[in-house]
């Protein structure tokens, strides 16, 4: 089992930026795929971002071009930068192993990063 903490969400105004980070005990991210998805009550968990083992990056096409993901290797992080934030990006942020079928790998989530947008 992985287990994974996230940090950094806020409050921010639509337009604005946050920077999502996700660190996973247990095991290197070098050696995953990482995933950050997101919640909404009442919705379930959705994939937005996903970066490869080999360092390819996929996402949702609600947040290409406004969000990137990226990884240190050294300090063990997965990142995501939210730019251009919009109000539908307020969401539980969480990261994962994503499958191939984008269903979470490891059943145990982080308590994950609350980001609200506002208008």
């Known amino acids: 089992q992985v287990q994974f903490v996230e940090s950094g969400g806020g409050l921010v105004q639509a337009g604005g930026s946050l920077r999502l980070s996700c660190t996973a005990s247990g095991r290197t991210v070098s050696i995953l795929s990482i995933g950050w998805y997101r919640q909404v009550p009442g919705k379930e968990r959705e994939l937005v971002a996903v970066?490869?083992?080999?360092?390819?990056?996929n996402y949702e096409d609600s947040v290409q071009g406004r969000f990137t993901i990226s990884r240190d290797v050294a300090k063990n992080m997965v990142y995501l930068q939210m730019n251009t934030v919009k109000p539908e990006d307020t969401a539980v942020y969480y990261c994962n192993v994503p499958r191939s079928d984008n269903t979470p790998l490891f059943p145990v989530w982080g308590q994950g990063t609350q980001v609200t947008v506002s208008s």
């Open positions: 970066i490869r083992t080999g360092g390819n990056t």
